[in-house]
């Protein structure tokens, strides 16, 4: 049996440590399929006319490649050339609820993800994306100091 681990990237440096412990996760699993996932933070509550959503459709189209391109493809690429069996995914929506539905959809065992160091006003009111998935997930979830 294949285990799956997602791999959530946050486009920053924090990213290679995560993708690093799940290499050496991976490495000594063996029959094992890494996910690399990105979420785009995004908000189905908006108003706005039919004009607004179709320009903002073709927003949402153009970070998904952006994403792919410049963080999701690299990492798929390093995996696979040590040998890895990866694939990548880019969503939008909640980062903790996306990348529980992104590990359900495909069958996970386990989300790694690292720790962002970036604080704030925002985070100290509704709490970090890090902290909703620990609490929300329905796999375990590693996080990468």
């Given at each position: ?46 108003f ?34 040590a ?63």
């Amino acid at each position: 049996m294949t285990t799956t681990l997602v791999i959530g990237l946050d486009g920053q440096e924090t990213g290679d440590r995560a993708l690093a412990f799940a290499k050496d996760l991976a490495s000594t699993i063996k029959d094992c399929e890494l996910l690399v996932a990105y979420v785009i933070e995004w908000s189905p509550y908006s108003f706005q006319t039919a004009e607004e959503n179709a320009l903002r459709h073709g927003r949402k189209e153009a970070e998904i490649s952006t994403a792919h391109e410049r963080i999701v493809d690299p990492a798929v690429k390093a995996l696979t050339e040590a040998g890895l069996n990866a694939r990548g995914v880019v969503r939008h929506g909640d980062v903790a609820d996306t990348l529980n539905q992104i590990c359900e959809e495909n069958g996970g065992q386990q989300i790694i993800v690292c720790r962002a160091s970036a604080g704030g006003f925002a985070k100290r009111i509704f709490g970090s994306s890090t902290a909703n998935l620990v609490m929300s997930a329905t796999v375990p979830v590693t996080v990468i100091a």
